[in-house]
């Protein structure tokens, strides 16, 4: 079988995470979010979990050699043999280099690059509203989600606050982090031949529907 080796783009907020866990689902790909498994070290207070929770604290981009190791062993495992999407990895050009040498040196290389695509203001929009629930995690918004009473969370009764990440003076500064460091990535997958662009304004159902669309083609393609 062909393999589907992906990388996830987009600003924050533009619902990678959402398509992501789609995609491991209907694919069977693993997925790896850089986010979580870097907020796993932090529970953890592993060294890696240390030295990157004083970054994220700030909303500032955990450094490049604290990450690509983890990412590398995971690229490693067995279970990403037939592919793998990655989410929130490579965030900087230096970072899809080393993406790229390392695909190399395991004999593969990446299929494609898929942009979801999401204006500014709509990020602000999308992330502004968000409430999660202390005790779970439970995921609200003010806007397009919410609880059924203000501040609750429906599932456990328990408080609704704004995670660090969510709050606007964090917001901004991961916005401009996107502009400045991420978003040279979509001509550096341009120029390979390999980005993929999707318009994430629509629903969750119809961008996953397009996504998936998009992969059954590449994987025809690769097949012939
Ligand atoms: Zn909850």
Request: with cysteine.
């Given at each position: 079988m062909?393999?589907?080796?992906?990388?996830l783009?987009?600003?924050?907020?533009?619902?990678k995470?959402?398509?992501?866990?789609?995609?491991?689902?209907?694919?069977?790909?693993?997925?790896?979010?850089?986010?979580d498994?870097?907020?796993?070290?932090?529970?953890?207070?592993?060294?890696?979990?240390?030295?990157?929770?004083e970054?994220?604290?700030?909303?500032?981009?955990?450094?490049?050699?604290?990450?690509?190791?983890?990412?590398?062993?995971?690229?490693?495992?067995?279970?990403?043999?037939?592919?793998?999407?990655?989410?929130?990895?490579p965030?900087?050009?230096?970072q899809?280099?080393?993406?790229?040498?390392?695909?190399?040196?395991?004999?593969?290389?990446l299929?494609?690059?898929?942009?979801?695509?999401v204006?500014?203001?709509?990020?602000?929009?999308?992330?502004?509203?968000?409430?999660?629930?202390?005790?779970?995690?439970?995921?609200?918004?003010?806007?397009?989600?919410?609880?059924?009473?203000?501040?609750?969370?429906?599932?456990?009764?328990?408080?609704?606050?704004?995670?660090?990440?969510?709050?606007?003076?964090v917001?901004?500064?991961?916005?401009?982090?996107?502009?400045?460091?991420?978003?040279?990535?979509?001509?550096?997958?341009?120029?390979k031949?390999?980005?993929?662009?999707?318009?994430?304004?629509?629903s969750?159902?119809?961008?996953?529907?397009?996504?998936?669309?998009?992969?059954?083609?590449?994987?025809?393609e690769?097949?012939?």
């Amino acid at each position: 079988m062909s393999e589907l080796n992906l990388v996830l783009l987009g600003p924050p907020g533009a619902g990678k995470g959402t398509q992501g866990e789609r995609l491991q689902e209907d694919f069977r790909l693993p997925y790896y979010a850089t986010g979580d498994i870097l907020r796993s070290a932090v529970r953890g207070q592993s060294q890696l979990g240390i030295s990157a929770k004083e970054y994220m604290e700030r909303g500032d981009l955990v450094p490049d050699d604290v990450i690509i190791g983890v990412i590398c062993d995971q690229l490693r495992s067995p279970e990403a043999a037939d592919g793998f999407i990655l989410d929130g990895f490579p965030r900087t050009t230096p970072q899809a280099e080393a993406l790229d040498r390392a695909v190399e040196s395991l004999g593969k290389e990446l299929t494609a690059a898929l942009l979801i695509d999401v204006p500014e203001e709509e990020v602000i929009r999308r992330l502004g509203g968000r409430r999660t629930c202390e005790k779970a995690g439970h995921v609200f918004h003010v806007e397009f989600n919410p609880p059924e009473k203000e501040g609750v969370c429906d599932v456990d009764g328990s408080r609704l606050i704004i995670r660090d990440d969510d709050k606007p003076e964090v917001i901004r500064h991961r916005l401009e982090q996107y502009r400045e460091k991420t978003e040279p990535l979509v001509s550096y997958y341009e120029d390979k031949g390999l980005l993929r662009r999707i318009d994430g304004t629509a629903s969750p159902d119809e961008v996953g529907e397009k996504i998936r669309g998009l992969l059954s083609t590449l994987r025809m393609e690769q097949e012939t």
